[in-house]
C-alpha cells in the first residue's frame, strides 16, 4: 500500500488502510497515541519575497513520523478525524511548537515569521481563543504578531459572521490570520470586506494553471486587484517554476511559495537554506522595477 513518490521522502499512503476497518476511532487512537509518544513534527516551508530574495516566512506544515509508515503527509491522517476533537488537540499542539520554534531562532538572532494551518474543528472550538491566549503567555518573548494562523478560505465563509468576530478576537491579541486557498471559495467582494484576514493565500490551482488558462491569470490578477484594494498582504502559493514566478511578478505579485523556492524542511534546515538560496535570474531583474499598480 505505501508508495514512494520521486523524492523518496514520502509515503502516500493512508493511515485507514492499517485497520481492518475503517472506524474513525481507531484513527483517533492511533493519533492519541502518536501525540504522547511524539512522532508528529512540523516542517517549516520558507515564503520569500521574489524580487528581493529576502525571506519573509515560513509555514508550519505538519508530519507524521510513523514507525512502521515512514513519513506521513497531512492528508494520510487529517481529513480522517477533521471533526473530531482530537483536530482541537493536534492544533494546539502545533501552535505551541510553532511559538517554542518562533523562539529558538529569535534566540540565534532569526526573526522568522511562522504561519500554522488550522482546522475549522479548532476555530470552532469555544477554548480555542483562552488557549491561544495561554499558549501566546507562556511564549512571553515571541511577539505574538510573529504568529499567523491560517484557515482556509472556504471555511471562513461556513460561517462568516463567527469567522470574523475570531479574527477580529485574534487580531486584538496581535496574532495575524490568512484566508488559505483563496480564490476557491468564491468570496465576494462585500464577504472579503467583513473578514479582517491580514493575508490571502492564493490557491496554489491558479499559479499552476499559469498560463496555458488564460481564466486562471485573470483569477490570478483579479486577486491581486481584491488584495491591493483592500489593504490585505497577497503570497502566491505553489510556485513551482521560474515561469510562474516572472508571471506573477509582472502581475505585482511578490510574496511566494513554492517548490520552485524551497520546499518544506525541518526546523533546523531552514537558516542554511536562507543563507544559500537566491531568487532566480529572471526573477531579480525585477529588483531596479517597479511592479504594476
Ligand atoms: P496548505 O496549507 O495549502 O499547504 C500547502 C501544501 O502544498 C503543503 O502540502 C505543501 O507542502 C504543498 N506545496 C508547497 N509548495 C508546493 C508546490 O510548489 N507544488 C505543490 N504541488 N505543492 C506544494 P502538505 O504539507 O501536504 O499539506 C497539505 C494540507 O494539509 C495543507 O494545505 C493544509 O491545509 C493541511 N495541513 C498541513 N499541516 C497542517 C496542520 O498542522 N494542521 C492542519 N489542520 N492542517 C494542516
Ligand atoms: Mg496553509
Ligand atoms: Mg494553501
Ligand atoms: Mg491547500
Redesign the pocket.
Known amino acids: 500500500i505505501a508508495k514512494q513518490t520521486g523524492k523518496n521522502r514520502y509515503h502516500i499512503f493512508d493511515i485507514k488502510h492499517t485497520r481492518p476497518s475503517n472506524e474513525p476511532n481507531q484513527t483517533l487512537e492511533a493519533l492519541h497515541q502518536a501525540l504522547a509518544r511524539g512522532e508528529f513534527c512540523l516542517h517549516y ?1 520558507p515564503r520569500v519575497n521574489m524580487r528581493s530574495g529576502q525571506l519573509v516566512g515560513a ?4 508530519r507524521w513520523q510513523h514507525p512502521e509508515h515512514g513519513l506521513l ?3 494520510a491522517f ?1 481529513p480522517a478525524v477533521e471533526h473530531h476533537a482530537v ?1 482541537v488537540t ?2 494546539q499542539w ?1 501552535i505551541a511548537q510553532a511559538l517554542g520554534q518562533i523562539s529558538a531562532w529569535q534566540r540565534q538572532g532569526l526573526d522568522i515569521p511562522v504561519s ?4 475549522a474543528r ?1 476555530i470552532q472550538n469555544r477554548d480555542f481563543l483562552p488557549s491561544l491566549k495561554t499558549l501566546l503567555d507562556s511564549h512571553p518573548d515571541v511577539p505574538p504578531q510573529r504568529l499567523e494562523l ?1 484557515v ?1 478560505e472556504a471555511h471562513a465563509l461556513e460561517d462568516i459572521d463567527y469567522a470574523a468576530r475570531m479574527m477580529n478576537a485574534c487580531r486584538e491579541l496581535g496574532v495575524r490570520f490568512a484566508l ?2 483563496f480564490g476557491t471559495g468564491y468570496t465576494s467582494l462585500a464577504y472579503l470586506r467583513r473578514l479582517p484576514a491580514d493575508t490571502l493565500k492564493l490557491d ?1 490551482s491558479f499559479v499552476q494553471a499559469m498560463p496555458s488558462a488564460p481564466g486562471d491569470m485573470a483569477v490570478v490578477e483579479a486577486v491581486h486587484g481584491l488584495a491591493k484594494a483592500f489593504h490585505r498582504r497577497l503570497i502566491a ?4 517554476t521560474e515561469w510562474q514566478g516572472e508571471m506573477l511578478l509582472a502581475m505585482g505579485c511578490e510574496l511566494a ?4 523556492i524551497g520546499r ?1 524542511m525541518p526546523a533546523d534546515e531552514l537558516s542554511g537554506w536562507a543563507s544559500r538560496w537566491q531568487p532566480c535570474e529572471s526573477w531579480r531583474a525585477w529588483a531596479g522595477r517597479s511592479l504594476s499598480p
Open positions: 516551508q509555514e508550519a506544515l505538519i503527509l497531512p492528508s487529517l483536530s493536534v492544533g502545533v500554522v494551518n488550522l482546522s479548532h491560517e482556509m488559505d486557498d496554489q502559493e505553489g510556485v513551482e511559495q513554492g517548490y520552485a518544506p
